[in-house]
């Protein structure tokens, strides 16, 4: 029992700072126009992401094998935290991944051949992408989300 919720206080902890990454990434590219800083700020998210994925299951998988332990899994409580965690994942990434998707889209890798920066990048679109508040749409239902 004590390792299930000694794996679900790292998994928040991992989580938290690799998702601090991104968020920072998030709003660091809206400052951008150059598409392979924008580029390299999107993968350093991604790796982030990963790692913040890593967490997450370690959050999920101690979490509800410490509540089974401590027979609490049909409390109210446990189901509303299963509950909004599932929500909250499904808005994010309804906002925050089809959002980035679409960017790297855009960018590519943010390299030609030769390692200049691609001529090919929309850069209208690339701006109106960049230019949304979609970042702090995310950190809003995240946030409200922990509020609560």
Do not use: N
């Amino acid at each position: 029992y004590p390792w299930l919720v000694f794996a679900h206080i790292a998994g928040v902890v991992l989580f938290v700072a690799a998702h601090g990454v991104s968020m920072f990434a998030a709003f660091s590219i809206r400052g951008q126009r150059d598409p392979r800083a924008v580029a390299v700020l999107l993968t350093a998210s991604k790796r982030a992401v990963a790692l913040a994925y890593l967490g997450l299951l370690l959050l999920v998988v101690g979490g509800v094998g410490a509540a089974i332990m401590a027979g609490v899994m049909d409390r109210l409580w446990t189901i509303g935290s299963i509950v909004i965690l599932v929500v909250v994942m499904s808005a994010m990434y309804g906002m925050a991944t089809t959002y980035y998707i679409g960017i790297r889209g855009l960018v590519g890798d943010g390299l030609e051949q030769g390692g200049e920066s691609s001529p090919l990048v929309d850069r209208a679109a690339l701006d109106t992408r960049l230019d949304s508040r979609r970042p702090e749409w995310s950190v809003a239902a995240g946030s409200r989300s922990c509020s609560g």
